[in-house]
């Protein structure tokens, strides 16, 4: 029979993963799991699973949420649900728990648990609020920002994946009338259907097999706050109705509860899709695009700023550093060879760019040989500034920048469709309109 050290096995998974026995003793834990918590893989391993991720001395179910442990060990059944985790500094996040039914060789049942984040990850650490930067595009981005935080209205965030959504979510809602009250953010995308009215508005004990305590819903906890809601366009259309409502009405139920409530709430989007395409091709509904979209801004991908790589990556070296690395420093080829680069991951990108760097560093400089960008992605050499433009307008700048993605492409029209965020046919429309065909 194959014997598989258990700890080298769960560190195959990237994720937080956890081992659970039948009286909730951790048995086993990788390290995404020790780091998630804030704590040594001794001290997890004396510890049971509700006091290390609930902060509780009771098992969650005694406390209101569906419990992975209980489905398992009282009928056999492997679940996924939505929990409130706690780090090791008493931070609050949602995450999404998927159990799995583990057997041993002496035949004991034991529950697997992998642990998913539901709020978006920022390009920055939680505890670095600043936004970095002095290009003019991010100055114009961080001019249009506090504007809009003056304002009440609700705010349609736009912008590729990874250049820091929330991070401007949270800068709107730190520098409007709510700061100091609730900031909420929730990742659509990572919402089940069938859970996403009970994640939102919550529920009321007796809702629903298990639900033996009340539980507020998001929105209900954003009161006199913000409620950020990230990939805005992943909320299934059977959902969309209801949270149109509560939008425009400030009032909903808890599931299962009769009881009409309130709470005052601005509410801040963010999507990398556009919008009014899903609204022509029926997956979005319009009535609810204009409720969310009262102020729409776009972020500036890195590529637009590349002024302000150097600046940002001297903060994450900084972040990286804090996580037990030794910090460096990039010497000029390397930041010329960051600024040469497309990073179509952007922000975020360029934090694991850097956290590969860091492990290939000696003597505290990363130079050009530490860079290592994902396998077969170019590096864009400066190139020659074009002929000024005859046709300045709005529309002849839009048939260049198409134009110039489709060179940079190989004329791939799927890809410039996904880099200008639109359908294919409405950029076959553009290419018609534009003689670019």
């Given amino acids: 029979m194959l014997s598989v050290d258990l700890h080298s096995l769960i560190e195959t998974n990237e994720r937080p993963f956890v081992v659970i026995d039948g009286s909730y003793q951790i048995v086993a834990a990788n390290a995404a799991y020790c780091r998630q918590y804030g704590m040594e893989r001794a001290e997890v391993l004396r510890r049971r699973c509700h006091e290390v991720s609930h902060h509780s001395p009771r098992p969650c179910h005694e406390n209101g949420e569906l419990c992975p442990h209980l489905a398992l060990f009282a009928s056999g059944e492997s679940c996924e649900v939505l929990h409130t985790h706690y780090d090791g ?37 939680c505890a670095d609020m600043r936004m970095v930067g002095h290009s003019p595009a991010f100055l114009s981005c961080i001019d ?19 250049v820091g959504k929330e ?61 950020f809601l990230d990939e805005v366009a992943e909320i299934p259309l059977t959902q969309q109705a209801k949270l149109l409502r ?14 009409t409530l309130r709470a005052d709430v601005r509410v801040v989007s963010a999507t990398n899709r556009n919008l009014l395409d899903w609204v022509d091709q029926d997956r979005f509904r319009e009535d609810l695009y204009y409720r969310i979209a009262g102020i729409d801004l776009s972020l500036p991908a890195l590529r637009e700023r590349r002024e302000d790589i150097p600046a940002l990556a001297e903060v994450l070296l900084v972040r990286l550093a804090g996580n037990g690395h030794a910090h460096c420093h990039l010497d000029k080829a390397a930041i010329q060879l960051l600024k040469n680069y497309a990073f179509p991951g952007n922000v975020r990108e360029l934090r694991n760019v850097l956290q590969r760097a860091l492990l290939r560093c000696r003597n505290g400089v990363i130079g050009a040989e530490d860079i290592v960008f994902q396998q077969g992605a170019p590096v864009s050499l400066p190139q020659a500034p074009r002929a000024k433009r005859s046709d300045p307008s709005l529309k002849g700048a839009e048939k260049e920048y198409i134009r110039d993605l489709l060179e940079r492409h ?23 309109r534009y003689g670019l065909k």
């Fill in 410 to 432: 190989e004329g791939h029209r799927k890809t410039v469709a996904d880099l200008l965020g639109v359908s294919e046919r409405t950029l076959y429309r553009k290419l018609d």
């Fill in 167 to 227: 991070l401007a979510a949270r800068f709107l809602h730190e520098r409007s009338p709510r700061a100091g009250k609730p900031f909420i953010a929730i990742n659509c995308a990572a919402v089940p259907e069938a859970m996403f009215e009970n994640e939102l508005f919550g529920h009321e004990r007796g809702a629903f097999t298990g639900s033996t305590a009340q539980k507020k819903g998001l929105y209900e906890l954003a009161d006199g706050g913000t409620l």
């Fill in 89 to 125: 500094e008493g931070h609050a996040a949602r995450a999404r728990i998927k159990g799995h039914a583990i057997h041993g060789s002496d035949g004991r049942l034991y529950l697997g648990e992998v642990v998913y984040p539901l709020e978006a990850e920022l390009p920055l650490a």
């Fill in 246 to 259: 509560v939008l425009e009405t400030g009032e909903f139920r808890r599931v299962g509860g009769t009881v």
């Fill in 144 to 162: 249009n920002l506090a504007r809009a935080a003056e304002s009440e209205a609700s705010i349609l965030l736009y912008g590729e994946s990874g």
